[in-house]
């Protein structure tokens, strides 16, 4: 079973400020998600990637499959992001099933 | 286009009574999968299906069946509630892509279940 760990588990940061959350994996995978969920909202899927770097609007993800790490990155940050960001992976050949890390919960003033 | 549609949004059981949480998407996708969401842990897949006809177990699937006769339906019932079902569940579905199986998922909004 992959082991996901995300750090750090809370986050508060002013508006503005750059935002790094950390997700690591035990297990090579085939694919890593970045999602993100408004406290008693739904679910919704920020990146999808398995090597490099994407990038959308203030929002960047990165992934070093050697190191088996990953960041998402939030330039400009504002309140609109305070959210539960969630790294999930799926573990590589025929596995269908995605493994969670617990989340990071961001909060940004103001 | 509605995407993943969850329902109901709350429900309250009492111990030992059933019931089917609903979840249909209109997108084609091939993949479809239920998790539980609990306090101070990380969403926990409970079934999954990657076509009709087609299910298999997650993480965490006792106590509750799935069964995916369509395309669109992926129904979770509960045969016999327990309080230690208690929880935020989410149905997931996205498309398998030819070769890494990999695709952006697309969420429900949810269904908040208590069983007292």
């Known amino acids: 079973k992959n082991e996901v760990e995300q750090s750090p588990q809370n986050l508060t940061a002013q508006e503005g400020e750059f935002i790094t959350i950390n997700c690591s994996y035990s297990?090579?995978?085939?694919?890593l998600h970045w999602l993100q969920q408004h406290p008693g909202g739904g679910i919704v899927s920020l990146f999808m990637l398995s090597s490099g770097k994407k990038k959308h609007g203030r929002l960047i993800a990165t992934i070093n499959i050697q190191e088996k790490h990953s960041s998402l990155h939030i330039t400009a940050s504002h309140p609109r992001d305070s959210a539960v960001y969630i790294c999930?992976?799926?573990?590589?050949?025929?596995?269908?099933?995605?493994?969670f890390g617990k989340g990071t919960l961001l909060t940004v003033n103001p | 286009n509605a995407g993943v549609t969850q329902t109901p949004k709350f429900q309250v059981l009492k111990t030992g009574q059933s019931m089917t949480l609903q979840c249909a998407q209109d997108?084609?996708?091939?993949?479809m999968s239920w998790y539980r969401q609990d306090p101070g842990m990380g969403l926990r897949l409970i079934h999954y299906?990657?076509?009709?006809?087609?299910?298999d177990q997650g993480e965490v699937p006792n106590g509750y069946n799935v069964s995916r006769s369509t395309t669109e339906d992926f129904p979770l019932r509960l045969l016999s509630a327990a309080p230690s079902q208690t929880s935020v569940y989410f149905c997931?579905?996205?498309?398998?892509?030819?070769?890494?199986?990999?695709?952006?998922?697309?969420f429900g909004n949810g269904t908040r279940l208590t069983v007292t």
């Open positions: 297990v090579g995978i085939s694919a």
């Open positions: 999930a992976v799926r573990s590589g050949g025929s596995n269908y099933k995605l493994t």
């Open positions: 997108m084609n996708h091939e993949y």
């Open positions: 299906s990657v076509g009709a006809g087609i299910t």
């Open positions: 997931a579905s996205s498309f398998l892509s030819s070769g890494t199986h990999n695709s952006p998922l697309h």
